[in-house]
Nanobody, 121 residues
Framework: QVQLVESGGGLVQAGGSLRLSCAAS????????MGWFRQDSGKEREFVAS????????YYADSVKGRFTISRDNAKNTVYLQMNSLKPEDTAVYYC??????????????WGQGTQVTVSS
């Protein structure tokens, strides 16, 4: 099973940017679709973005489309989430996830520990 470690979270003002990184262990990173999810306190975890094994296909939640970009570097076993034009409602713990099946949100089964993103108004 792949191990995932997120980094890059922090406190940023509204309108600012952050880039999250997720480093994966193992030599089969390229066999996993990767995704980002987030969960704010008292709310259910929600899908943010996903990327296919080769990086050619991406999906985004409507709430982040046009502001966030997911990418991956299979040589570095790392997936990224570039977040621009951040809003206070983007505040949440962001989780990296891996899927050995498809990039549909329901297929993600391996999770990182999460990184906190806080956007101040």
């Amino acid at each position: 099973q792949v191990q995932l470690v997120e980094s890059g979270g922090g406190l940023v003002q509204a309108g600012g940017s952050l880039r999250l990184s997720c480093a994966a262990s193992g030599r089969t990173f390229s066999s996993y679709a990767m995704g980002w999810f987030r969960q704010d306190s008292g709310k259910e975890r929600e899908f943010v973005a996903s990327i296919s094994r080769g990086g050619g296909v991406t999906y985004y939640a409507d709430s982040v489309k046009g502001r966030f970009t997911i990418s991956r570097d299979n040589a570095k076993n790392t997936v990224y989430l570039q977040m621009n034009s951040l809003k206070p409602e983007d505040t949440a713990v962001y989780y990296c996830a891996a899927s050995g099946v498809t990039s549909r949100p329901a297929d993600f089964s391996s999770w990182g520990q999460g990184t906190q993103v806080t956007v101040s108004s």
